[in-house]
């Protein structure tokens, strides 16, 4: 008998063989596993990546007010390729509807909310630190990791407790309930909400310290990157060496469950370890998402949201007087 060389994908005729064509598929399973291996880790990657670049860029770069907004809106259009090429559920497929309304809210976030926060929120702040003379800058001589992570921490744990609040408190849902009403997720879906919850969750204590700009930056562009791929369509399951501390897709999809209970879980946008050191984690991942039968709402719908059972109540109020009336 004759013996073929173990390399050898087929048989003497040129026919593959059954023990060669299991070696085949041994090695496109292998190769599957590879590439599988190699998407899950592209969160913790770009995450990697952020903060090599927040840690070793230029002065004049880091110094530059926009390098902040550039990187943000890199690792968003970055993600939003990733969604193209390695898509988790068809079903949240991008169209140009889902793309406009997305990107009209990143807009909005860069500058509406962000100016009514400077104003209202970090301006003050400064004011109050300067006028009772708070000073931690101790924090500044600690190493440019530890400073980033704080920063990390400071502002999930204050958007933990924001976001609690909302699941817990009516008033404070029908700010956030627009939010719940997105019927896919998405790399800029994160950004999408009504304005006074994008406000509410914007608050931080960080403007009360003192820490080196370029930490800070750092911390809210991991915390973009984290977030974005915790709302994004990418086929990424990071291991659990990402997945215990920050929250991913499968993490915050479940958040995004079509009963109200399913969503009171998983509380933060990036930093999981906080729901699991508070009691709050809940395994578990949904493909379908949405509220009320999962009826997507318009822009206008958005921002009105808040205020509809008033101007429901002042309707019903206004038809009963005509109907006295008559
Ligand atoms: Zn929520
Ligand atoms: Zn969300």
Known sequence: ????????????????????????????????RIKRLLVNLLPPATVVAVVMFW?????????NPWTLVIAIAATVAFVLALEWVFERHAGWRMTWTEFATDFFYVIL?????????????????????????????????????????????????????????????HPFWLTHAPHHHITQLNAMKGYVGNPIELFLISLSVVALLDFDTAAIFCALNVLAVVSTYAHANVRANPPLLYSFFFTTIRHHSLHHSTDYESTRC?????????????????????????????????????????FQPMIDRIKAKSNQTTHKAH
């Open 1 to 32: 008998m004759d013996q073929l060389p173990a390399n050898s994908t087929h048989s003497s005729d040129g026919k593959p063989t059954a023990g060669n064509r299991t070696a085949e598929a041994a090695a496109e399973q292998n190769e599957g």
């Open 109 to 169: 976030s860069f500058t509406v909310i962000a100016w009514v926060t400077e104003a209202l929120a970090e301006a003050p702040l400064r004011a109050a630190k300067a006028s009772l003379g708070i000073s931690t800058e101790w924090l500044m001589t600690l190493p440019f990791l530890v400073q980033a992570a704080i920063v990390v921490f400071l502002i999930e744990f204050g958007q933990y407790w924001m976001h609690r609040v909302m699941h817990n408190s």
């Open 266 to 306: 998983n509380y933060a946008n990036s930093l999981i370890l906080i729901d699991r050191v508070l009691g709050t984690y809940r395994e578990g991942e949904s493909a379908i998402v949405g509220q009320d039968e999962r009826k997507r709402l318009s822009i206008w719908e958005q921002f009105m949201f808040p």
């Open 55 to 63: 840690a070793f860029a230029p002065q004049a770069v880091l110094d």
